[in-house]
């Protein structure tokens, strides 16, 4: 069995590992078991998150998010480079994120990108020197 991975053209000649480090948004993968293909995966994943907020339109990469704060009709989103208050519900930029495991709603006013959790114990998730609670309804949401 051998895995084949196909990238666009201007990513020809970087590795693996730097094109999926880089967050590439069309990337194919082919298994192929005795010269037939078994199995190709295509993922897409978002680079960019678009919030219209007031007159506005954020553009915020999405690997910056670390978590995310919601406060009724305003949410706080705190990035690697700042944070930025925008005029929209938890739900609504929970619509907005990839559903793929990244972020994970862990209790009903956070949101957290588990890529910068760094330490859990029973009631909170730590992310970035912050304990963020961990909601009762929430607990089976974290693996």
């Known amino acids: 069995m051998k895995i084949v991975v196909t990238v666009p053209k201007e990513m020809e000649g970087l590795s693996v590992e ?3 480090d880089e967050n590439i948004k069309e990337l194919m993968v ?7 293909v078994v199995n190709t ?12 907020d007031r ?9 910056s ?3 995310i704060k919601g406060e009724r009709q305003y949410c706080k989103i705190f990035m690697t480079d700042g944070n930025l208050l925008v ?10 994120l990839p559903d793929d495991g990244q972020f994970v709603r ?21 992310v ?7 909601g009762r309804g929430y607990k089976k949401n974290i693996k």
């Not at 007159?55 to 690997?63: D, F, G, L, P, T």
């Not at 005029?87 to 907005?96: M, N």
């Not at 009903?108 to 009631?123: E, G, L, P």
């Not at 970035?128 to 961990?134: A, C, L, V």
């Open 65 to 67: 998010i670390k978590w």
């Open 128 to 134: 970035d020197g912050e304990s963020i609670p961990i």
């Open 18 to 20: 730097m094109v999926i």
């Open 106 to 126: 862990i209790h009903k006013s956070y949101i957290v990108n588990m890529d910068y959790a760094t330490f859990r114990d029973v009631n909170f998730l730590y």
């Open 87 to 96: 005029t929209k519900q938890i739900s609504q930029i929970q619509q907005l």
């Open 55 to 63: 007159k506005c339109e954020h553009v915020i990469q999405i690997n």
């Open 30 to 36: 082919q298994i192929v078991e005795n010269n037939k």
């Open 41 to 52: 995966l295509c993922e897409r994943k978002p680079m960019y998150l678009f919030i219209k």
